[in-house]
């Protein structure tokens, strides 16, 4: 009986020691997943558009996207296994008022904020014209959204249109009578709620020998936004001038030339880069004649918190922070932020993870795929001015 009951707990030893050896089956470790979003979020004109957020997470980590529904329309997929991007895109907003819808990114809140439908504006260019004794035609151009209804009148019987309504953007024609007298005229149209003026010499009128001509004001100093604004020339009535601009960024919406007194109108484009001045010549045929109007737009200027990225081969990611500042400061706003700016990379191995454009100090976020080249490679990523150089090893 003893011998037997030895047998057995060799049995059982010999039973553990095999179960301990067989390592067929180990257990998977359950990976430990977080997850990172680029941007908690997005603001959205009345428009609409495409938007993304890109997921930052490991390799074998799922996520999922929740909530888009209605007027927010999901493109990409609704799980997703690994680092990846959510794509989707913002229907417009014909309402006045403004929406929010709440989506779930990887478990994490995402806001997307669409502004409602600007109630309609017109503006008309140009907003003069001057017409010899013969009359002729023109056209006034009415800028506004689509759907916007107008009207256009004219307030004298020798300018006739040919429209008297019209809905979003368009052209209005017109007509100018000959005039007959000896004395020179002037009319109206309202077009879409602006005054439309217009100028006629009279019959034989002969051209002044002894114009007299004042500009005012001859210097503006704009912030960075784009937009307009006139200038007054005071002549006589049968007084030429001619305007005209060898800046690009500035433009005459009303033409490059008149008669008598008038509105010199200029527009200009945002600037977000450096200050910049420019000139508008106001020339009349008289001997040296001439008036200088100086524009002088306000610009941005830029700074990056990391100039250069050093990488091994293996796919990483960084950041780094742009800080700007207007000049001069009294175009920054309240809060100092109002330059705009967008981060480029010039290579395809380098990719901007945050959404662009962007406003005022922000960080950017970026990728970096993985190297499988035998060479190292060095690429960049633009902020106006600024370049930061990025390396990564070879394997």
Known sequence: MRAAGVAVVVAAAALLGANACDKSNPAEPTPVCSFELSNREQNFSSAGGPGEVAVQTGAQCSWAVEGATGWVTLHSGTSVTGPGTANFTVLPNVTPEGRTKALAIAGISFTVNQSGLA?????????????????????????????????????????????????????????????????????????????????????GAPEPSD???????????????????????????????????????????????????GTIAIAFSDNYDAPREGVVMVRWPTPTAGQNIRVEQAGCLYAVTESAFNFTSAAATGSFTVLQQSVPNSCGGPLQNQCVWTARSNVSWITVTSSMPRQGDNPVSFSVSANTGTTSRTGKITVKDKIVTISQAAP
């Open 119 to 203: 109630p309609c504006a017109f503006s008309i260019t140009p907003e003069s014209k001057s017409f010899g004794d013969a009359g002729g035609s023109g056209q006034v151009h009415v800028a506004t959204t689509a759907g916007c209804d107008w009207t256009a009148t004219s307030n004298v019987a020798w300018v006739t249109t040919g429209a008297a309504k019209g809905s979003g953007p368009g052209p209005v024609s017109y007509s100018v009578a000959a005039n007959n007298a000896s004395t020179s005229r002037s009319g109206t149209l309202t077009v879409a709620g602006h005054t439309f003026s217009v100028a006629q010499a009279g019959e």
């Open 211 to 261: 114009c007299q001509y004042a500009v005012a004001p001859v210097e503006f100093a704009p912030c960075l936004s784009g937009g307009r604004f006139t200038a007054t020339l005071t002549t006589q009535a049968n007084c030429s001038w001619t305007v005209n601009t060898s800046a690009g960024w500035l433009s005459l919406p009303n033409g490059k030339s008149g008669k008598g007194s």
